[in-house]
Nanobody, 121 residues
Framework: VQLQASGGGLVQPGDSLNLSCVLS????????MGWFRQAPGKEREFVAC??????YYSEFVKGRFTISSDNAKNTVYLQLNSLKPEDTAVYYC?????????????????WGPGTQVTVSS
């Protein structure tokens, strides 16, 4: 299994970005797909996850970020709206065979290299 995330960039507060992550090597529907992020000097944290139609979000992104997927393209997306400077981080997508959607990083076996999101005026 390989994961490749893209879509990061430098934006201003209040702007939007759409991250995408392509999974290759296995059927997409077998996996719980998650987004995590790591800001400088901080631990990596859960952002959102999706398995089939079930989604979970961390409290700090509810109402601003949306996770979705396109099974035909083996791709999971993370729409980031109303971005804040504190959203600045490297965003990672991950895949896990755990039986349900979960924000627990230990349940993700595969990780992509990450994409940088910088929110600054």
């Amino acid at each position: 299994v390989q994961l490749q995330a893209s879509g990061g960039g430098l934006v201003q507060p209040g702007d939007s970005l759409n991250l995408s992550c392509v999974l290759s090597g296995r059927p997409f529907s077998n996996y719980n797909m998650g987004w995590f992020r790591q800001a400088p000097g901080k631990e990596r944290e859960f952002v959102a996850c999706r398995r089939l139609s079930i989604t979970y979000y961390s409290e700090f992104v509810k109402g601003r970020f949306t996770i979705s997927s396109d099974n035909a393209k083996n791709t999971v997306y993370l729409q980031l709206n109303s971005l804040k400077p504190e959203d600045t981080a490297v965003y990672y997508c991950a895949a896990g065979a755990y039986y349900s959607a979960t924000g627990n990083q230990a349940h993700y076996e595969y990780w992509g290299p990450g994409t940088q999101v910088t929110v600054s005026s």
